[in-house]
């Protein structure tokens, strides 16, 4: 029997702002001493009363717009029940019945084909406090808490089980993340617990409608994370049904040592929460009025800008897709291509800016495990189109600037210097590369023997020789020119 995966993802986002989601609160508490970001509010102490952070309620609206959702009329918060040493209430506040955005969508782009996967729904909650679990003096073990984030606002962003891969499953977390990022709505950093991904994996025979026992993953800190678990999920369960065993429905959490995901808990059903409208909040309305004010708030978002790009800079569909998955990366090549257009075209500009974004910087970025707003303060975006111009106009070859461009990020330096400072120039007097083409073929007669037998690569090894000798300094081309002139 073949079965196809039936996943949905929870992703719980923290907001920016400057208080917690019910009271005053300072909300940065990063590197804060334990239980020093706290007030009888959040650590729910008897008579205590919330009120609403409007600012996170606005964060989230704009989030629901960003995301093609339905805002505006009722919104409720309910009173989510269940007893664990991190709520300290005894229940989470939460939006059940009238959340802020319903029914929304984002496109993702999987092995080049697009999809879109349905948003069933965004809602504001509280976050709970932090669990430690170490060892006391006496080498027993222990759990303690910090309630720093006890009250803190969060998104909760909840996609339909629409999602049939751990590709797509990435895909949509990063698209998610991007566009969050593009509004402001948060840091979304996932190894910094603002952005959370809760999966929930069944599987099913493929043609069928019917929806299986599910298993909620948790404990995943990074999009790697969530691919891995989500597939050792999927081989666990189809393992369960080869056999002609039940798959339980329960919570598991990802063991990244380990690579397996591991039971914790039996997973409760909606009715185990007990909702039942918050007394303390009451319900309100969010007005059109308020909408347009928030909508007008909204940046270009990455699909809009990926259009726009294809139109503007002439980009195909796949490089304007990774052009545009962050914010900074967009604008960093919109303002190399701004000095580029200063003396070519736009579709020109835009042609040569990407390729030497998604070759040369990405490849920088991914060696030295930084983001490009790091990269973009070691190199400026007019420092990499001087470099681009300096290889327009013959003064370093192609290679020697992919060098160039390295030494630039790791030393924050214009391109110019570091070429004029380590004598990179390239060699254009035709006089100087034939008299290194000479000595090289007088050097290697078996390489030359065999050129004129027909051997091709023989003219490479040649070429590659001449490069050595000039340390990269000539062109290429023209040192194949002469090459094939002399021989």
């Known amino acids: 029997m073949e079965f196809e995966p039936v996943i949905g993802l929870e992703v719980h986002v923290q907001p920016k702002t400057n208080t917690k989601m019910f009271c005053r609160c300072d909300a940065d508490y990063a590197g804060s001493a334990p239980n020093s970001h706290v007030c009888p509010g959040c650590l729910a102490m008897p008579g205590t009363l919330p009120v609403l952070n409007k600012r996170a309620m606005e964060i989230g609206m704009m989030t629901s717009l960003a995301l093609n959702c339905s805002v505006g009329g009722l919104n409720t918060f309910e009173r989510k029940s269940y007893h664990y040493p991190d709520t300290l209430k005894g229940y989470q506040v939460t939006q059940l019945f009238h959340p802020v955005g319903v029914k929304g969508w984002m496109r993702i782009l999987v092995d080049g084909m697009e999809k879109v ?28 808490m910090d309630n720093n984030r006890s009250g803190m606002p969060l998104m909760e962003i909840v996609s339909e089980p629409e999602i049939r891969s751990a590709e797509e499953a990435r895909q949509y977390l990063m698209k998610l993340r991007s566009i969050l990022r593009y509004i402001e709505a948060s840091n979304a950093d996932m190894e910094k617990g603002s952005f959370r991904c809760d999966a929930n994996v069944s599987l099913r025979p493929i043609g069928s409608s ?11 800190n990074s999009f790697r994370a969530v691919a891995r678990a989500i597939d050792f999920e ?30 914790q808990r039996s997973k409760e059903n909606a009715n185990d929460y007990r909702y039942f409208p918050e007394p303390d909040l009451p319900p309100f309305v969010i007005t059109a009025a308020w909408v347009d004010k928030v909508a007008a708030q909204l940046p270009e978002l990455p699909d809009a800008k990926k259009e726009r790009f294809v139109r503007q800079y002439g980009l195909d569909s796949f490089t304007a897709e990774h052009i545009t998955s962050s914010k900074e990366s967009a604008t960093y090549f919109e303002e190399v291509v701004a000095i580029l257009c200063e003396r070519i075209s736009a579709f020109e500009a835009g042609k040569i800016a990407s390729n030497w974004i998604l070759g040369e910087v990405w490849r920088i970025l991914n060696e ?27 003064v370093v070859n192609l290679n020697t600037a992919k060098l160039v461009l390295s030494e630039m990020y790791a030393r924050g330096l214009p391109g110019l210097d570091i070429i004029q400072k380590q004598g990179l120039e390239q060699i254009n007097d035709e006089s100087t590369v034939l008299a290194v083409v000479k000595q090289i073929v007088m050097a290697n007669p078996k390489a030359v023997d065999d050129y004129r037998q027909g051997k091709e690569q023989s003219i490479k090894f040649l070429v590659g020789q001449i490069m050595k000798e000039t340390k990269g300094r000539v062109n290429p081309q023209k040192a194949l020119e002469i090459l094939k002139s002399v021989l």
Not at 368 to 394: H, K, M, R
């Open 117 to 144: 996967i349905n948003i069933n729904r965004v809602h504001m909650e509280e976050d709970v406090s932090k669990l430690i679990h170490k060892m006391d003096q006496d080498g027993q073990s222990c759990s303690v």
């Open 210 to 220: 019917t929806f299986y026992p599910k298993v909620e993953v948790k404990n995943m």
């Open 234 to 263: 999927i081989g666990r369960q189809r393992e369960i049904y080869l056999r002609g065993g039940r798959v339980t429905q329960e919570t598991r959490g990802w063991d990244e040592e380990k690579g397996i995901t591991i039971a």
């Open 368 to 394: 030295n495990g930084v983001e490009i707003e790091y990269f973009a303060y070691q190199v400026s975006p007019t420092n990499l189109a001087s470099l681009i111009e300096l290889v327009s106009n013959g």
